[in-house]
């Protein structure tokens, strides 16, 4: 009989891919996932550690969800609920102590055991805490991925051992792993006979990608590229240390690779940048940021942002603002510092007040802003390559994304899903481009 399954994602793009493929792990006992929590058997919250913030909503949604598992207990139904992913890995035990009616906490490295967990607490038995780190790594157990549209995440590498000051991610995730080139391929392929057209490379430090002498993430593009099927390829999230000569050399010799990079650099002061532990400077970056443009003069960049570090002056922030409209970045996250438990950086004297923080934000974020709104408008009048994937609100409209990742729409006759179709961007509104065919 089939079993209900509802999975709630928050954070990261891996955390994305994680859900699916808990998804499929479950799916051969049964469980078909629903868009909502109401009637489900297996309740699983997908966390994320990074910031305060986004710890803090997984315990308020575990309090509505507590509301939910009593009313359907009162009914004599029973509904599991699991909390996977950062802050599970993180606070381990404490999940439970603090909501004793959680059933399953687990890790971003054990859901691959997710059957013989939920099978174990319906049995009755008490809450499974699995929060290890496996010496097999998951991806060896699960099963083939199931696409869904035209676009797909694969997670190439998982885990960080870069130590920024500020981040939990190192000790949430783990090390660094690398899945092997032939496992990645299969994937692809899988993915693509399945109608995938767009492939998004997923790993917390992408670019560090290497399987054995031969295969770095140049060469895995390349192999990618040549898949049928495969018409765009994406990598995130990479750290500015770990972009070498190869990869510069891909974004000139593939064309299926799209010219927008996403490259964080927190901050634009190299006091704040030591002190982050960040591995590079301003100038580094800079020049990092030219060698790419000279490769593919198309390519625009976006980056991550942590304002309010501690000990950051006016100065340090002056110079992020300073390097921000240098580099011209078209598209950004950016973030208050939160200080997390375990990490260097919250021990740091001089933490800033949330007022301060909060100011230098707002600066930012409307220079940032202006930036997008500006390359946006700078795009009407260009002919641009579109990939659509999904049907828009009116008749003959679809939506797909440019290769910068902005929505578009567009009216296209006889145009099907899945297909990539040269467009002229014809008018910027709020949150998309319109284009005609050109
Ligand atoms: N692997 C990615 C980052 C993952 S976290 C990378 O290296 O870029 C995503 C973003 O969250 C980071 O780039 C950073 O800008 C932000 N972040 C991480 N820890 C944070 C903290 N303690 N406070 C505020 N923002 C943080
Ligand atoms: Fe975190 Fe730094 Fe690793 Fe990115 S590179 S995941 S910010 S420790
Ligand atoms: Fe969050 Fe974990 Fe991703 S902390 S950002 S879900 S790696």
Same mark, same amino acid.
């Given at each position: *009989? ?8 928050? !954070? ?13 792990v479950l799916?051969?006992f049964?469980? +078909? ?22 710890? /803090? ?27 996977? $992913? ?5 606070? $381990?035990?404490?999940?439970?102590? =603090? ?5 399953i906490?687990l890790?971003?490295?054990t859901y691959h055991r997710l059957p013989e967990m939920v099978e174990r607490v319906s049995r009755?038995g008490?809450?499974v805490?699995d ?10 157990f ?5 696409? +869904? ?79 049928? $099927? ?20 891909? &974004? ?5 690779? *799209?010219?927008?990079? &996403?490259?964080?650099?927190?901050? !634009?002061?190299?006091?704040?940048? =030591?002190?982050?532990?960040? $591995? &590079? ?39 992020? %603002? ?29 933490? %800033? ?10 600066? %930012? ?17 260009? /002919? *641009? ?33 899945? +297909? ?8 910027? &509104? ?9």
């Amino acid at each position: *009989m089939a079993k209900r399954l509802f999975i709630k994602t928050f !954070g990261c793009q891996m955390n994305v891919y994680d859900s699916a493929r808990m998804a499929d792990v479950l799916a051969p006992f049964g469980f +078909e996932r629903d868009e909502r929590p109401d009637d489900a058997d297996l309740v699983i919250l997908n966390t994320c550690h990074i910031r305060e913030k986004a710890a /803090e909503k997984v315990f308020s949604e575990l309090g509505r969800l507590r509301r939910l598992k009593q009313a359907r207990a009162q009914r004599g139904e029973r509904m599991l609920l699991a909390v996977a $992913g950062c802050v599970a890995q993180a606070e $381990g035990e404490a999940v439970l102590r =603090r909501a004793p009616f959680v059933d399953i906490v687990l890790g971003p490295q054990t859901y691959h055991r997710l059957p013989e967990m939920v099978e174990r607490v319906s049995r009755g038995g008490r809450a499974v805490l699995d929060t290890e780190f496996p010496d097999e790594p998951k991806f060896d157990f699960l099963p083939e991925a199931r696409a +869904e549209g035209s676009n797909a995440f694969l997670a190439i590498q998982e885990g960080c051992d870069r130590f920024c000051s500020y981040c939990v991610v190192p000790y949430t995730r783990g090390a660094e792993y690398c899945r092997p080139a032939e496992a990645v391929l299969a994937e692809a392929r899988a993915l693509a006979t399945q109608g995938v057209r767009e492939l998004t490379l997923l790993g917390q430090n992408v670019n560090a990608w290497q399987a054995g002498p031969e295969w770095d993430l140049a060469a895995l593009l390349t192999a990618l590229a040549a898949i049928d $099927g495969i018409e765009r390829l994406r990598y995130v999230t990479s750290h500015p240390r770990d972009l070498g000569e190869s990869l510069i050399a891909a &974004h000139r010799d593939l064309p299926e690779l *799209m010219p927008f990079l &996403h490259l964080p650099v927190q901050s !634009g002061s190299d006091r704040i940048l =030591r002190a982050m532990n960040r $591995g &590079h400077d301003r100038d580094e970056y800079r020049r990092l940021a030219d060698r790419l443009r000279a490769a593919r003069p198309d390519l625009a960049l976006s980056s991550d942002f942590i304002v309010g570090f501690p000990g950051e002056t006016d100065r340090d922030f002056q110079d992020t %603002l300073d390097l921000v409209a240098e580099i011209g970045f078209v598209q950004t996250y950016s973030f208050k510092y939160s200080p997390r438990p375990g990490t260097p950086a919250a021990a740091l004297p001089d933490q %800033l007040p949330d007022a301060v923080k909060e100011a230098r934000l707002a600066e %930012l974020q409307a220079l940032l802003h202006r930036q997008t709104e500006a390359f946006n408008q700078a795009c009407v009048g260009r /002919e *641009m390559a579109v990939l659509l994937d999904r049907p828009g609100k009116y008749a003959d409209q679809l939506l797909g994304r440019s290769p910068y990742m902005q929505p578009v729409h567009v009216r296209a006759p006889g145009r099907r899903i899945g +297909e990539v179709v040269r467009l002229r961007i014809a008018a910027v &509104h709020p949150n998309s481009l319109e284009a005609i065919p050109a």
